[in-house]
């Protein structure tokens, strides 16, 4: 089956947060984050989140793709990378505002675990993140119909060569899932995330691995080495 690598648009808000909603529904940690919240309230937040991303286009570096089937013109995947950008102090402060006026979670979130979770992530990329010399690889969604097809490897090609091509870093906070397709493509580990999901209903303590990857890391699957997490 081949696909096509394209921008995604504000019209593909809906596709996109059915994708994302799909491919993290068993995640370790987010679903744990609105245990309480209907699904119709649940969906038009996350909705709002994509396209409110979607309306900004790349104004603070962010680049949307969507991966298409080619058969069926289908969204399949997406991804969103953030690269390295020189804010005017006029652009630097409309996005802090934004970010400090983002929408809270809806009524029946865990606004704890939620708080916890989103301030070890900015404290990771407050510590590891250049925004003015760093590609961030913020996320990346692949529908659970379509998984283990090269779609992740796709997804990460365009954002790796542009970051080769500056000779900079790219960093990304991984979850279990995911580890094992970063490191193969070169990134390490250099942080992590700990939460400890007992208080939430979970059974363990979570971790998501913070890693960045030099410019022209090697393939480590294509050089012999053993991945670990």
Same mark, same amino acid.
């Given at each position: 089956m081949? #696909?096509?690598?394209?921008? &995604?648009?504000?019209? @593909?808000? =809906?596709?996109?947060? @059915?994708?994302?909603?799909?491919?993290?529904?068993?995640? /370790?940690?987010? +679903? #744990?984050?609105?245990? *309480?919240?209907p699904k119709e309230i649940k969906w038009e937040h996350t909705v709002r989140l994509f396209r409110g991303w979607l309306e900004q286009g790349d104004i603070y570096g962010a680049r949307f793709t969507k991966a298409v089937e080619n058969e069926t013109g289908n969204i399949v995947a997406f991804s969103r990378w953030v690269y390295p950008v020189k804010l005017t102090p006029e652009q630097a402060k409309e996005k802090q505002e934004k970010e400090e006026n983002r929408e809270p979670p809806p009524e029946g979130a865990n606004v704890e675990l939620t708080n916890t979770f989103f301030e070890q992530i900015f404290a990771g990329r407050k510590k590891w993140v250049d925004p003015e010399k760093t590609f961030l690889l913020h996320i990346l969604a692949v529908h659970p119909s379509y998984q283990r097809r090269g779609l992740g490897a796709l997804l990460i090609a365009p954002g790796l060569e542009a970051a080769d091509?500056? !000779?900079?870093?790219?960093?990304?906070?991984? +979850?279990?899932? !995911?580890? $094992?397709? #970063?490191?193969? /493509?070169?990134? =390490?580990?250099? @942080? =992590?995330?700990?939460? @400890?999901?007992?208080? /939430?209903?979970?059974?363990?303590?979570?971790?998501?691995? #913070?890693?960045?990857?030099?410019?022209? &890391?090697? *393939?480590?699957? =294509? /050089? $012999?080495?053993?991945?670990? +997490?």
């Open positions: 081949a #696909y096509t690598l394209q921008p &995604a648009q504000v019209k @593909d808000a =809906e596709v996109i947060t @059915d994708i994302f909603q799909q491919a993290f529904a068993h995640d /370790h940690i987010m +679903s #744990y984050m609105k245990p *309480n919240v091509r500056a !000779g900079a870093q790219t960093y990304i906070e991984a +979850s279990p899932s !995911g580890l $094992g397709l #970063y490191l193969k /493509h070169g990134w =390490e580990p250099v @942080d =992590e995330m700990v939460i @400890d999901m007992r208080p /939430h209903g979970g059974k363990e303590i979570a971790r998501h691995k #913070y890693l960045m990857r030099e410019p022209h &890391a090697p *393939n480590k699957l =294509e /050089h $012999g080495r053993t991945l670990t +997490s």
